[in-house]
């Protein structure tokens, strides 16, 4: 059976600020919020029960001799606890349903959010504080609904008691009324600073997170070039910074818990000794002193309550308003091309048009970048090699549309056609893109995760046949032979179980077998060996033919097949030709282009897997 998917359309949240997402969370379910205020309202108001019922034992059965009496008293006080268990245990299944509904309708909100902004999101946040919103702060922001149970509880249980006590003497009623306020404004300024270190600490959290993942992503190359003993050592720096800025949250949090208990018990103390006072001068009962006692102590409840729900609403709203901050990041579309993210590209099933929107026509276009006043031919394969691997990545950004820039597209602007269909035609594949975790056959589907999903799409129409084809095309057959399960062998994040160079060509084989318009390739066999990098030169050509593709290397087996090459120096295409004719005119090319020769032909390990250039 498939996975159930709690919220398969979460809502259009509100997000224009934090407070009025914690109100969305709350209208999405109204009538499981409204459960559980009347549960937890009963809960509290039913505490206060106890005391009266205790009370009357005493007056009417234990002073006045009546056995009768007293064992009707005592028996409705077990009745009083039983039901008072029931509506705790309902208050508190109830409130976690409202909790994990929340939590649940947050994480589809931010799931959708993050699919659809895609390049835009490394630009605008760090790793780290991705992993921190879509983890704690999530947790935090469904705290906060706490509120609308035992919270509403608390305030109507506040009002109860002070209505039964102003029974008892208005004195006391006007104690507890005016003393609760009291409270109040003594942790009111520690709420306001608690507010301010969580929000400092939450961002430097995000920052070491987004540190620590960098450390780990890239270990093995530090470990070889010397660098882990210094970025341990500024982690350690940024932990103890943020390790003293806990201190800070830590010492107003442990005020905050003192005093959520302290007060209250002073109070209580308070409360006790005048009613003691006012028992003995013969102005309530006895029965009515212990029903104060039971009153006061019981009130701490819905106090504690209240504290507790001041400091979850704190660290709540900051949560919510990171929250926020990431829903109201626009995808290209609304806010100007971002740049190209690490990893795979997204590509989805373009959407329907706005009108005004321009379309490229179906029938094949030129690409034209302006900046280096690079054209290429549709159905063509062009080979640039550039002596910046900079200017090459700049160029794929632009032609895939990850930066701003004047690129056409068959005559239109590419920046002015949608979103989805630039990413729909134009797919721009790194040679060190992410590989999620998954079969191999998974992985291979992924290159086109939105269109993939759509009947007939190459890559899943043709079955095993079709991927077998893909393979064979990044000539990555023999990858598959040598796993245990053939294509459904699992392989973890990133497949660190294979060598880099055959990872390289699983990533190329995704990119063929999503079969986009164009494809832009960026040093597809920089770690493979030269023979595996000429049965490659042969089959792309083969495997891409009629359809526009673009490799951005310096491999001269690469470029050699090529119908056009395009030197790339100083930003500007200084020369165009075929492979041989730039060897022969452009002494820069064949200096540019025979390092790359050189390397292979001094590899005394041609053949051998990962021989890095």
Known sequence: MPPQIPHPDPGVPDARGPLRYLWWLVRCQPWRVLRGSLFGTAWMIGLSVRPYLVSRAVDDGLRAGEDAALLLWVA????????????????????????????????????????????VLPRRLAAGEVATVGGSDIGYTSQVLTLTGPGVGAVVAYGVIAVVLWSVSPFLALCVLVGVPAIALVVGPLLRRLERAESVYREQQGALTTRAGDIVAGLRV?????????????????????LAEGYRVG??????DALTVAIPGLFLAAVVWLAARMAVTGDITIGQLVAVYGYVATLIVPVWFLLEGSYQLIRGRVAAGRIV???????????????????????????????????????PGDLHDPATGLTVPAGRLVGVAAADPGEADALADRLGRYVPGGVTWGGVPLAAVSLDEVRARILVADHDSYLFAGTLRDILRAGRAGDGRRAGHPAHAGGDARLTAGLRAASAEEIVDALPAGLDTPLGARARTLSGGQ???????????????????????????????????ARLRAARAGRTTIV???????????????HLRGGRIVGTGTHPELLDRD???????ARDGDAADRDPSAGAEGALR
């Open 325 to 363: 901050a990431l829903l109201n990041l626009v995808p290209d579309d609304d806010a100007g091309p971002a740049a190209r993210p690490e990893g795979d590209p997204p590509a989805t099933v373009p959407a329907a048009r706005p009108p005004g929107i321009p379309t490229v026509p179906r029938r």
């Open 222 to 242: 530090l470990a070889g070039v010397g660098g882990r003993g210094l970025f341990a050592r500024r982690y350690a720096a940024g932990s103890r910074r943020l």
């Open 76 to 119: 409705a006080i077990v009745v009083a606890g039983v039901g008072l268990s029931y509506l705790g245990i309902m208050r508190h299944r109830t409130m976690t349903f409202v909790r994990e509904d929340a939590t649940a309708r947050s994480a589809a909100v931010l799931l959708r959010q993050l699919a659809r902004i895609g390049a």
């Open 552 to 566: 951005l290397t310096t491999s001269p087996l690469l470029l050699g097949h090529a119908d056009t090459v395009a």
């Open 503 to 537: 990872r390289q060509r699983v990533r190329l084989a995704r990119a063929l077998l999503a079969e986009p318009e164009v494809l832009i390739l960026l040093d597809p066999t920089s770690a493979v060996d030269a023979h595996t990098e000429a049965r490659i030169a």
């Open 587 to 593: 002494r820069r090319y064949r200096e540019l282009v």
């Open 251 to 256: 010492a107003v949090n442990s005020w905050i």
